[in-house]
Structures are given as C-alpha cells and as structure tokens.
C-alpha cells in the first residue's frame, strides 16, 4: 500500500486553517496544522476533523504547537506564518518582522522534511521566498511562491462580473510582485479564448486592473481587522494540488528567476508549469516594451526590499 501524501501548513490562523479546510476537503493527504500559539492548532484540527464524518473526507488531520516532529516527512508545506497587514499598512511595514519568523520556520521544516517542497504564503511575498531559498538551502524548484493564482483570481472575478459570465470562462493573466506594482496583462487574458480586450472597453478593462493590484487592500479595509483569507488559502491549495497529482498546470507563481524575462537573481511573478518536481518549467512570452517596463519596476520594487533584508 502507498502512504497518503503528507501536507503541512504552518500558520493556523485564518489563511492556514481555511487552507487545511480545502485540503481536506479535497483529500489531498494528511493534514498537520502547527502554529506557535497553543491549543489553536490542536482545536482547529479536532474541529476539521469532526467535520470529515459529515463532509466523507478521509484525512487525518493533526495539530501542533511548534512541535515540528510530527511534520517530519511533508511532501508540501505551505507557509502562512507571519503577522497579518493591520489597516493602514503596507505589505513590505511586515519585512523584518516576517522574516525572522520565516526564517525559524523553514529551519524547522528542513529539519524534518528534507524532501519537501515550499510554497510560501507569508508577505510580503516575494521577499520572503527569498528568505526561505536562503535558509532552506533547497533548489529553486522546491521554493514557489504565492501571489499570482490569487491576483489572476481576483481578476478573474471581476472580469467574469462584467461580463456576467461564468468565472470558469474567463482565465487572467497577472504577472510580478505581490503588492501595487503586479503586472496584469489584458492581452492574454481571455473569456471562452476570447481576449478580453476584444469584449470590454479600455476604461472597463483599466479600473479591472486598478481593482486586481488593489484587491488585498480592499478586503483588509472592508473587514477593518486581518486580511483575506478563503482566495489566499483556496490560491495556495490549487498550487498544492497540480504538485502532488502532477497534474502540470500552468499558473502564476513566484519563482526564482536566473536570467528569464532579463531578470537575475530574485524571486518575481511568471507563469509556471507546477507538477511532482514542483516548479517544471517557467514559460516565457513575449511582452510589449510598456509590459517589460512594468515587469522591470515590478523587480526593482522586491529588490529593494531584499537588498534591506541583505538576503
């Protein structure tokens, strides 16, 4: 008999717990729930594992308080940990901070999961990935980051609301960092393989865009405390799964780039194939000289915070 996949999720707050929900859900594997706050990681894991009788998942779901041991094997770890965006700030107020938080876990992750791939959550995004690549020691292909399932999701959102059609119509393409400089690309975002451009007016399609960069900010605005947690997490689920069925899909992620889009050194937003390596393959294509420049000052934004972190 094969062993069922073993995912961990670090961060049981509302992205990690919400994440181990749509992996259960999904019977993806056995979930491992840690958190450094006692008791939350052990509760939320009895609760979801009382739902499975109800919802006929079957996956273990365990919880830890920063024992690390019961992860020891994971096949993915997701990382959420980190303080969440408080009204008022910016994703990159958390670096320091994050950093040395994500620095601790991955330490204990690789101490345990040798094997394991990483797909970071915790922000500000781009820089952190780059923390974890450091402290890992793992190549790139088994350190992915986060960001662009769920910007491309928020984009898809809003596009198939204007449309009014189905959001499995409509695919959005969204590329560099995590935060006010990501690049969507109208062009190559379709509705049924229609570009959208084709179906939507430049103004329609500019307040879309505007929209997409803003999206974490208006739900952290909204709700007045935390941030969005049900897309972030279901985004991370998504890459999880191409990973553990191979299913090779092509979504948005952050990847360390060496050379491709003439960017050297430093994790930014590309389209990525996702399958039992982990990151495949990063696709190229062929952007406008406006679309470059964006991509460029996109790099420059993560560069900035890495040269901070001196990672």
Not at 277 to 298: C, F, H, M, V, Y
Request: a negative charge; one cysteine or more; proline letters at 4%.
């Amino acid at each position: 008999m094969g062993r069922r996949n073993k995912i961990t999720v670090v961060g049981a707050g509302n992205v990690g717990a919400t994440a181990a929900h749509w992996l259960a859900s999904k019977e993806l594997g056995d979930v491992v729930l840690v958190d450094i706050m006692e008791g939350v990681p052990q509760g939320k894991a009895l609760d979801l594992a009382q739902a499975a009788p109800v919802e006929g998942f079957d996956a273990r779901m365990i919880g830890s308080t920063n024992d690390y041991q019961l992860t020891s094997n994971s096949d993915v770890v997701i990382i959420t940990a980190g303080l969440p965006r408080k009204p008022g700030m910016s994703r990159d107020d958390l670096l320091k901070t994050n950093s040395d938080i994500v620095s601790k876990v991955v330490e204990q992750v690789v101490r345990y999961s040798p094997d394991s791939i990483l797909i970071v959550v915790s922000n500000p995004l781009d820089a952190m990935c780059q923390v974890a690549l450091r402290r890992s020691g793992f190549p790139k292909h088994r350190v992915i980051g986060m960001a662009g399932v769920l910007d491309s999701a928020r984009m898809r959102c809003f596009l198939a609301e204007a449309l009014d059609v189905s959001v499995e119509n409509v695919t959005a393409f969204v590329l560099g960092g995590h935060g006010d400089t990501m690049v969507p690309l109208p062009r190559y975002s379709t509705c049924a393989g229609i570009p959208v451009t084709e179906l939507l007016s430049q103004d329609q399609i500019e307040a879309i865009v505007k929209r997409t960069a803003n999206g974490g900010a208006e739900i952290v605005k909204l709700l007045g405390f935390g941030s969005a947690y049900y897309a972030p997490s279901a985004a991370a689920v998504e890459m999880t799964e191409s990973i553990l069925k191979d299913k090779k899909k092509i979504l948005p992620c952050a990847a360390y780039l060496e050379g491709e889009y003439g960017i050297n050194g430093l994790y930014v937003g590309v389209p990525c194939k996702l399958g039992a390596r982990g990151l495949e393959q990063i696709i190229e294509i062929n952007l406008t000289s406006d679309e470059r420049i964006a991509l460029q000052k996109s790099a420059a934004a993560v560069q900035e915070l890495v040269n901070v972190l001196g990672v």
